[in-house]
């Protein structure tokens, strides 16, 4: 079973920028979507941002034009980079990972926008 470690979390001012990193303890070579979510207490998890295998990128309207998803197959590793961030940005930062044949989430990264 793959496990995903996330890091890059902490506090920030508004306008920052933070990168967040998800490592996982296989390889991502094959995977098929890489996406990351964010909960705030007592919300549903919400896409943030989903890439498939196709080359697709979805990114929700909130984050358009100041997050961004890649990866590092060589570390096997899926970062979000995050600028300009907003007070309403604050939440639990979660990745998650598909291949063919099973998927993965992270145990989740606190980001808290605040001056």
């Known amino acids: 079973q793959v496990r995903l470690v996330e890091s890059g979390g902490g506090l920030v001012q508004p306008g920052g920028s933070l990168r967040l990193a998800c490592a996982a303890s296989?390889?991502?070579?094959?995977?098929?979507?890489m996406s990351w979510y964010r909960q705030t207490p007592g919300k549903q998890r919400e896409l943030v941002v989903i890439t498939t295998s196709g080359g697709t990128t979805h990114y929700a309207d909130s984050v358009k034009g100041r997050f961004t998803i890649s990866r590092d197959n060589a570390k096997n590793t899926v970062y979000l980079e995050m600028n300009s961030l907003k007070a309403e940005d604050t939440a639990v930062y979660y990745c998650?990972?598909?291949?063919?044949?099973?998927?993965?989430w992270g145990q989740g990264t606190q980001v808290t926008v605040s001056s």
């Open positions: 296989g390889s991502i070579f094959s995977i098929n979507a």
């Open positions: 998650h990972l598909g291949w063919p044949s099973t998927s993965a």
